[in-house]
DNA sequence: AATGAATGAGGATTCATTCAT
DNA sequence: AATGAATGAATCCTCATTCAT
């Protein structure tokens, strides 16, 4: 078991070794004060991007000392660590789900979209880091486990898309991972300048993204 | 006059008043010597990110120490300003170009979709920056002139999309804004996987989008 | 409360807005560490001057590193501010101290006098500063509240000259405004070159200063 | 001849040892333009202090690149330098020939005193040099021969003050040293807030000064 | 007489992290 | 669990000075 991470499931690789602080229960729940840490910090590290967040400002936000945070976490690193894994596994298990469920190629597809999209409110921070930050923490070797569960993710929605295309419902001459690619950053870069309120929900905005995924911008 | 930038174009406010160093020629032109400095830092920049770049790696690039550096630029701010400004100084000419010939909706939409995309390999560092760094820059007052210019592009689009909507060519239930963001992300948010080489160059790319973003996914 | 003072007394404006550290204790004490810490910076201010001494040098002083002195002062700068706070209000409460006592003119007078004197070695270093860096230090935004307590000092004093000329026994001839600070600037002068020790002890110097400026260097 | 200075005589110790730039000719004519860059660096030391002073404001000032001032100078201490030693030069022949002159000694001492006044308004960057920046300047080897001056200057008053008190003219009672750097003291450090326009001339200001100085500011 | 580029030494400051209490 | 003090390495930037042109 990892010293950071619950699920332990969308690690591809538990670096071990240490383990010299905060294990969770065998019953997978951690303290309320370190999840009430990882929230104050994912907020922070959204608003300011990973770097430019001070391990002293995720104190500061949780009214202790900076040295304090060092009892629940073995560095920075690993606080978004725990958020960026419990996204991905999150995530992942859903996409699992929806492929095991079956359905048409339509269905499915529509499945994994709206998945994503779903993601979008309860893991924005997250989303948003790997946005803004992901071209730094790639150069982390702690870190690559999440690109090996990326290429997990893009094989499920390349089969899908595949599926369909074989089904006759999706148009034969698209590249299944360019388009796989271009609904995937579509959505998620809508973190950017996404508001949930404003009378803009995340209902309409997956309503809009879809219908211009499925048929274009021409009238046919 | 600015310092840091050569077009003052896409720059919305000039902000005077600190100038100590390096204003360009009445030619317009810079230095060589500069404008090689700042395609060196682009490239950093765009490989580690802003922040995670020092100044001592520009330096150590460019086999100067770093401290010369700033016989060149005011500050490290000051290079990515030069870079992002350049990258919008030309978009935004090239669009306005783009309306001004006019053309069928399609056409000028077409034009604006290609101009993007041919942005994609001269300012691919510029682009790769304002995609994971800008959540940091954008907290720079300097760069606020940049919010502006991007709405500037953004009215430019939606004019576009509006004028194909009422020529009966786009779909009428289509939001204008949310359209143009979708599009304007997903050809951007690229830079960070797309690899000219290999076989899948910009047209390919360019051509794939554009049949996805018009006619979408599905048979019809 | 400002997180650079103590007294805040002496200063005009409570600059907010920062103050990521230190706050005194409710009680008003500051830790001994870092009373510690602005006596050494003082001692070194007064021999070396503002500019020229180095934070590391400080630091050393103390038998720590650079870094570490951040950990109890915001910068240099505040270090400086609270030597100088701290001189002011002390200052200042005596002088109101003596005016509210009330007595005749030249008793009020003698006390400005004696008060001033007074400061001389236990402030030696803040007075020293403010002679020597405070044509640096009056350009920082920072220290403008010294300038009011400054004029405050001032006002009391030509309060005091008036009266003395009032009651006849002042020359109503001088200037009370340049006779304030004729007398001003003698005694804080003096800390460039009077050493306490050498036979010459503040009280020879304060009853040869009070003599001339009584009564002249001529014989009635 | 040294490098710097064309006088000499304020000068105790020659320090030779180059010459490589502008040794003036025989004639003690120095060039106009470095002249003029003597008087706009003493401007500025004045008003930003010496070491707040940099040598690239310097240049700013007189249209040229920094490293262009080291055509005219060897380094930016020679600049104060002979900003300083044309003072020193100067007051010192003053005082020199008005001891020579002779007269009572109140004569003597009113000399004195008016050539200090006289050196205000020509010298008063020198002067505020030597406020604000003696207490780091005097730590360079080269600005020792200042402190030899000065002495000399103190051994000519304190003669005129003891000719007075011989005379019967001056109180006895006073020590000589502490009576001269009171009045020294008095009317140098009057650069710091005294400006000549705005109805307060220095002729205003000296029969001030000397009257108190004389008859102190007691009615007798 | 001046430029333009660079040096090199240092300066204040930041910040993740450690650790004794 | 948390404090308070400190570390140590790095960061951006400054500036007097040099020198080939």
């Given at each position: 078991?990892?010293?950071?991470?619950?699920?332990?499931?969308?690690?591809?690789?538990?670096r071990e070794g240490g383990g010299r602080r905060r294990a969770r229960g065998a019953t997978g729940l951690a303290s309320e004060r370190r999840d009430h840490l990882v929230k104050l910090a994912a907020e922070l590290f959204a608003k300011k991007g990973f770097q430019a967040t001070t391990v002293r400002e995720i104190a500061d936000e949780a009214g202790i000392l900076s040295g304090s945070l060092?009892?629940?976490f073995d560095s920075k690193e690993s606080i978004v660590d725990e958020i960026l894994s419990n996204f991905f596994t999150e995530l992942m298990a859903a996409d699992r789900a929806a492929l095991e469920q079956g359905g048409t190629p339509e269905e499915v597809l529509a499945s994994l979209v709206r998945i994503s999209f779903g993601t979008l409110e309860p893991h924005r921070a997250a989303i948003t880091v790997l946005q803004?930050?992901?071209?730094?923490?790639?150069?982390?070797?702690?870190?690559?486990?999440?690109?090996?569960?990326e290429e997990e993710?893009?094989?499920?929605?390349?089969?899908?898309?595949?599926?369909?295309?074989?089904?006759?419902?999706?148009?034969?001459?698209?590249?299944?991972r360019l388009t796989y690619r271009m609904i995937r950053d579509t959505i998620w870069v809508s973190v950017?300048?996404?508001?949930?309120?404003?009378?803009?929900?995340?209902?309409?905005?997956?309503?809009?993204y879809v219908s211009v995924l499925l048929d274009g911008i021409h009238v046919h």
């Open positions: 078991m990892t010293t950071t991470t619950n699920s332990g499931r969308a690690r591809a690789s538990a060092y009892h629940h803004n930050d992901w071209n730094y923490l790639k150069g982390l070797e702690r870190f690559a486990y999440l690109i090996q569960a993710v893009e094989q499920m929605w390349i089969e899908a898309i595949k599926n369909g295309q074989t089904a006759g419902l999706f148009r034969p001459d698209l590249d299944p950017r300048w996404f508001q949930p309120n404003e009378g803009l929900d995340a209902k309409v905005l997956y309503g809009h």
